[in-house]
């Protein structure tokens, strides 16, 4: 970006890296350059690479082929040791901290051995400082926001004085102000000479932070370009190719009677890292699709064990399913009640990975035709999840096939399949897309708006505003476990979703604080 | 350098493979304790694994120890799959074959009110109660006071030792038996059936046979057994689809306790013929070999039955002839398991040539 960054040696250089396994090539002749102090995008969609790449560089993942570049010395990165000792940082999207430590001892845990604690509170705080990454070092990390507990792991990577720091999809879990303050944070990073390989889906959040960006798919790089000067459709052209996605907007379906209803829900925390719920009233109707934003660990978790019957502690009729009160009913009798849920995590909630698809179509479908007399009638249920794979278009090679082996995209597909198949009345539903690439994520909406046009009461729990706003009718936004009062979506802002999100919906236009609740 | 490498998946052929790799490598290794012991390693492994084969009347001895062995090794399978590490199966055998032998004790008398089979029968189901009642304490402790279930399952099967004991001592003793710690030897009408003139292998091999396929379809075909494999596979898909976990513990217990108990019974009606001290070699420990030998699979059971019974056969033919401890079935069903274990990582990993 400045004159002496241009003459300067590239930062980081690949050129040729290879990476394939059994069953798929995951980076196929990847070059990628990285000047001093410039903040370089990686775009792509899930499953385009740009994980493996990143792993690469930090040593986790050692390429098949291909030379690495560093400063212009060309280094072999056997661990991230070897990465750290090179000056390079890296920040996961999942965070690694522990709960009941403080935000120096978490710190501590990836220096060396003997570290002076006190020092190193006053370098936590004087390095929060300098970059707009306010921190307390001795508060436990169970009490800080998702927000917060992103600055600790900055922290830890600059304390180590990195020369490219590598952030993967950091804003994933932030509300758009948060994301505003962290751009401001990583441009006076980048701007005393550190590079910044910052990984993102997201386009808009590029074209305004990143200086140039590497567009990949499916393993290839296609495209280097500067973001500034693209826009959103061009680099969309890009990241997922010629295929044209349309939203078919369909007409608006009357509105019915309730078929979902929550009355002064409360539930105490069931463990001590639980958020608890206060008071949470909402009603869905048939024909409709009600959207719940925010940021997640603010009792999404929690609401939705609620919902699905798993966590019967709610007072009966605190729940309503079609006019019956639930609240202490299991997941099977809620099921009976034609209410269908999708839960956030399709391996290791919806489906079991060792299991084949066949069999995963029996943990929602626990009646006949499916079971008779005790046994399993496994020809209609082969012929079901077939009907499923055909229908929603699922990659999978059969009914055989084993969950684990089938993509996050393609799983998900066949688990909202399994749950739409069962004709519900109200249809709940968790991160519908995440995850899940731009083509397949285009056909669970389709069958989403599908569902409400067949009349279903459909709730829509998500992260991701365009989504909601893409999908709702209305939208609420829970923060704190407590639930917001409900907005029609076309009279919605994402400004005014934002400070919900932060749970400031009772003092209309308060904007002092811009901090995330605490997770 | 040999280095092991994840594999992209679990490998299938592997896991069929580790169980015939294991026995290898405890032959192998069986071999080498032999010559360390000062005999010919080949005259060991001889008298060890082929001696007790030698004919007929040899294999039906086999299948005489298989039938226990299977038999609480099918239960502890269903155990297993729904992850309740139930190893108290020698508690539970002791228990049913405490619970049969009464029962035949209390009919058992000069003018009889019930036909023998009749008696037969009520001690069977005796057994079957009396194993699943001692499970049920490991089941009671572990869903109400979440106590853990292999110290208790394990300690249990001490009491139960303990308890026989005391029958032997007390209350079960034969009156003209000059004082020795065992019951009376039960009339040949109140002893199970025999299959072959001239050989021990009774009735209760055949019921092992037909318990075996029955859990094969209760494993592979029931929504029950699907419901537990979910249950110990993944606990959290478990409860979104609302498979009840305390529903998962009491089954799995109460199932592998009814079949240890009925091993119990089959024991004492069988092939002892009266209550003694001790009732089993050992055959519910045995039998946790015996379900991960055959990989949990019923079928694969009796694959697993078989080589521990020819380990308890060997133990005792290298005593008699060779003059060693018979502790070495003891080293054999230790070798076999830690090699079992070990050679399982190959399912997940592979071992690779490295040139360092």
């Known amino acids: ?11 980081l250089e690949l050129s040729g890296i290879c990476k394939s396994y059994p069953s798929v090539v995951a980076n196929d002749h990847i070059h990628l350059t990285v000047a001093p102090g410039e903040i370089h995008a990686v775009l792509g969609e899930n499953g385009a690479g740009k994980s493996t790449l990143m792993k690469i560089i930090f040593g986790a993942v050692k390429p098949d082929s291909g030379t690495v570049r560093w400063n212009g010395k060309e280094v072999r990165v056997a661990n991230p040791q070897d990465a750290r000792k090179l000056g390079i940082s890296m920040v996961f999207q999942h965070f690694s901290l522990f709960d009941t430590l403080t935000v120096a001892e978490n710190i501590a845990l990836g220096l060396d051995a003997n570290v002076n604690m006190t020092e190193l509170a006053e370098q936590i705080r004087q390095t929060g400082a300098n970059y707009g990454l306010e921190l307390e070092p001795h508060r ?4 800080l926001s998702v927000g917060e507990r992103q600055r600790v792991e900055i922290v830890r990577a600059l304390l180590t004085h990195p020369q490219l720091l590598i952030l993967d999809e950091p804003t994933s879990v932030l509300t758009p102000q948060a994301v505003q303050k962290l751009f401001v944070t990583l441009r006076k990073i980048a701007a005393e000479g550190c590079s910044i390989l910052y990984i993102s889906h997201k386009l808009d959040e590029i074209r305004e932070l990143c200086h140039s960006a590497t567009v990949m798919r499916m393993g290839k790089v296609t495209g280097h370009c500067d973001p500034r000067e693209e826009t959103a459709a061009s680099l969309s052209r890009l990241m997922i190719g010629d295929t044209e996605i349309s939203h078919p907007h369909t007409a608006d379906t009357p509105v019915g009677a309730v078929r979902l209803s929550l009355k002064q829900l409360s539930l105490p925390k069931a463990h001590a890292f639980a958020t608890a719920l206060e008071a949470i009233s909402l009603d869905i109707r048939a024909g409709e699709i009600v959207g719940i934003a925010g940021v997640s660990g603010n009792g999404q978790q929690e609401l939705l064990a609620a919902l699905s019957g798993e966590d019967r502690r709610a007072g009966s009729d605190m729940i309503s399913l079609q006019g019956q009160a639930v609240g202490h009913l299991g997941p099977n009798a809620r099921r009976a009640l034609k209410q269908s849920l999708v839960p956030e ?22 009646k006949a035709p499916f079971i008779r007399a005790g046994m399993i009638n496994f020809k209609h249920t082969i012929h079901a999840a077939s009907q499923i794979i055909a229908r929603f278009r699922v990659k999978a090679s059969g009914p055989a096939a084993l969950a684990r082996s089938l993509s996050g995209g393609n799983l998900q597909k066949f688990i909202i399949g399994r749950e739409i198949m069962r004709g519900p009345e109200v249809f709940i539903v968790a991160q519908p897309t995440w ?13 989403i708006r599908k569902l409400k046009q067949a009349g279903c009461a459909v709730l829509v729990i998500s992260e991701e505003l365009d989504e909601l706003f893409e999908l709702c009718d209305r939208l609420h936004v829970i923060a704190k476990g407590r639930l917001s009062p409900s907005v029609a979506t076309q009279e919605a802002s994402r400004e005014q979703i934002g400070l919900w999100m932060s749970g400031l919906w009772d003092q209309a236009g308060n904007t002092d604080t811009q901090e995330v609740a605490y997770a | 350098m040999l280095k092991l490498e994840l594999r992209a998946g679990s490998s299938r052929a592997m896991a069929y493979l580790s169980p015939l790799l294991a026995l290898c490598l405890t032959i192998f290794f069986g071999a080498l304790l032999f010559l360390a012991l000062g005999k010919n390693p080949l005259t060991g492994l001889q008298v060890f694994l082929i001696e007790p084969i030698r004919n007929t009347a040899a294999i039906s001895e086999l299948l005489l120890k298989t039938t226990p062995l299977v038999l609480c090794a099918l239960g502890l399978s269903v155990c297993y799959r729904a992850n309740v590490w139930n190893i108290g199966a020698e508690g ?23 036909s023998g089979s009749m008696v037969l029968l009520l001690a069977c189901l005796a057994g079957v109660i009396g194993g699943a009642l001692w499970a049920a304490i490991t089941a009671l402790l572990r869903d109400r006071f979440h106590a853990n279930e292999i110290l208790v399952s394990l300690m249990l099967t001490y009491i139960a030792q303990l308890l026989l004991m005391y029958a032997v001592n007390g209350p079960l003793k034969d009156p003209n038996g000059m004082n020795f710690p065992q019951s009376k030897v039960f009339s040949s009408e109140y ?7 001239g050989s021990r292998l009774h009735i209760g091999f055949i019921v092992m046979l037909c318990a075996t396929v029955l859990m094969a379809l209760f494993i592979y075909r029931s929504f029950a057994g699907f419901r537990l494999t979910v249950g110990g596979l993944a606990p959290l898909e478990a409860r979104y689809a609302g498979f009840s976990s305390r529903r998962a513990l009491w089954t799995s217990l109460l199932i592998s306790g009814g079949f240890a108990g009925i091993a119990g019974a089959f024991e004492v009606a069988g092939p002892i013929g009266q209550v003694l001290p001790s009732i089993s070699p050992g055959y519910g420990f045995a039998a946790i070999i015996v379900a991960f030998i055959g990989r949990l699979n019923p079928i694969g059971t009796i694959f697993g039955g078989l080589i521990l019974s020819l380990f308890y056969l060997g133990g005792e033919m290298v005593q008699s002839r060779l003059g060693l401890p018979s502790a070495i079935t003891g080293l054999f069903q230790g070798m076999l398991l ?11 990993y592979r071992l690779r040539w490295k040139k360092s």
């Open chain 1, 345 to 366: 995590e399709r391996l290791g909630r919806g489906a079991v990975p060792e299991l084949s698809l066949t069999d995963n179509m029996l943990l929602s479908e626990q």
């Open chain 2, 92 to 114: 539970q055998l002791i228990a049913g074959g405490l619970a049969a032998g009464s029962t035949i004790i209390f009919f058992d008398h000069p003018d009889p009110t019930l």
């Open chain 2, 191 to 197: 002893l199970l059936p025999h299959l072959m003139h």
């Open chain 1, 1 to 11: 970006m400045t004159s002496t960054a241009a003459s300067a040696l590239p930062r």
């Open chain 1, 140 to 143: 436990h990390v169970h009490t």
């Open chain 2, 338 to 348: 830690f090699l079992l274990l070990a050679c399982d990582t190959l399912i997940n």
């Open chain 1, 435 to 447: 995850g899940v690439d731009v083509g397949a994520a285009a056909q669970i909406h389709g069958e």
